[in-house]
């Protein structure tokens, strides 16, 4: 059952090419965007977008967030620095599925140098419309222990 109605989306240089295809898609298919993302012509600094992403997902300004650069690496470590988040990466489509099942994955990092923007797009509706196996949540405790342990200081 397909509950997540908006999704914030960001990008930087590297997927400007891609954006307005990958957004006019996920709007075709019924979601509600929440851009954030890079629209200029030079470079810029991926963690800039990763965080903006981050923060409307922990806000519950959308329920679920995209981020595209080039490999899907650095928005990956970026939006994983934000407390309370889960950005898992993403190179295909059994990857797309199980960072949803298994890792409940609030944010999806893709590389838009390593696939074609559709395959990008399949990749995000199939996250998008897979469920978290409840089998998996005491390893997703387990990680929010490991950050809520960090935090002591
Ligand atoms: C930008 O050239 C590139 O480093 C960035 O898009 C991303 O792939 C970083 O991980």
């Excluded at 590297?14 to 012509?41: H, P, Q």
């Amino acid at each position: 059952m397909k509950t997540i109605k908006k999704v914030a989306f960001g990008n930087d240089h590297a997927a400007a090419e891609v954006r307005n295809t990958v957004k006019e898609y996920l709007i075709s298919i019924g979601y509600e965007i929440e851009d954030f993302g890079y629209e200029g012509n030079g470079n810029c600094d991926y963690p800039d977008y990763a965080v903006k992403v981050a923060d409307a997902v922990l806000h519950g300004k959308a329920e679920k967030g995209v981020l595209i650069c080039g490999t899907g690496i650095g928005m990956c470590i970026a939006a994983n620095k934000v407390k309370g988040i889960i950005a898992a990466p993403c190179w295909d489509e059994d990857t797309a599925v199980l960072a949803a099942q298994h890792n409940r994955a609030d944010i999806l990092c893709l590389g838009s140098r390593k696939a074609t923007v559709s395959e990008l797009c399949r990749r995000i509706k199939i996250w998008l419309e897979t469920s978290f196996e409840a089998r998996h949540e005491k390893r997703i405790i387990k990680i929010k222990e490991i950050e809520k342990a960090q935090c002591k200081a």
